[in-house]
């Protein structure tokens, strides 16, 4: 496991762009972002392979394809990923939380694969 720390985040009017940033505290072969919609099933937002600086494959949700990018720091030995969210709409609001594993394997985009978890911080999205 790795400790995340996590900023960026908070409110916006719809079509508008937000950040948020995941530092993990050792290596992670994987980071990225799941959300908690009230009253909907947790759902993984974007994934990337982070072992390497450059590079490396990347899992998006449909419902943000095209809207959302995930990067990570090109500086090797700093393991932290960023998320631009771009064209913001109110059904992206909730609870975005930093995910990291230091495992290989497993489906991308599910939650149970992942063994490192951050606070979670809250986007929410006016219409």
Request: charged fraction near 20%; include cysteine; aromatic fraction near 10%.
């Amino acid at each position: 496991q790795v400790h995340l720390v996590e900023s960026g985040g908070g409110s916006v009017e719809a079509g508008g762009s937000l950040r948020l940033t995941c530092s993990a505290s050792g290596v992670a072969v994987r980071m990225g972002w799941f959300r908690q919609i009230p009253n909907k099933k947790r759902e993984g937002v974007a994934i990337k392979w982070t072992l390497r600086a450059t590079g490396g494959a990347i899992a998006y949700a449909d419902s943000v394809k095209g809207r959302f990018d995930i990067y990570r720091d090109r500086d090797p030995d700093n393991y932290t990923v960023y998320l631009e969210m771009k064209n913001l709409k109110p059904e992206d609001t909730g609870m975005y939380v930093c995910a990291a594993t230091t495992d290989h394997g497993g489906v991308w985009l599910d939650s149970s694969n992942y063994n490192s978890w951050g606070r979670g911080t809250q986007i929410t999205v006016s219409s």
